[in-house]
């Protein structure tokens, strides 16, 4: 990160929900890529290689905590 708000923010939304239960922080992926660093051990959405509706959807899933949407997997 190259935003030092950015990262004090990161931070912030991470000791304050480690186990991420309240998905304060949900890791989006718009192109198959590996995810860096601690964002590996949350449940994130993919929204590469689906069409905008399906992909709406999902973002949408996983803004509201339905994780099992998320993925196309």
């Known amino acids: 990160m190259t ?4 990262e004090a923010e ?3 939304a ?8 309240e998905r304060r922080l949900v890791p989006v992926r ?3 890529c590996p995810q860096p660093g601690l964002s590996r051990q949350r ?3 993919d929204l590469f290689g ?12 996983a803004a ?4 099992q949407l998320c993925h196309g997997r």
């Open 14 to 21: 991470w000791a304050a929900d480690p186990s991420g239960v």
């Open 30 to 32: 718009v192109e198959d």
């Open 3 to 6: 935003s030092a708000y950015a």
């Open 10 to 12: 990161w931070q912030a």
């Open 50 to 61: 689906v069409d905008e509706r399906v992909a709406c959807g999902r973002l949408l899933a």
């Open 64 to 67: 509201s905590g339905e994780r």
């Open 43 to 45: 449940v994130g959405v």
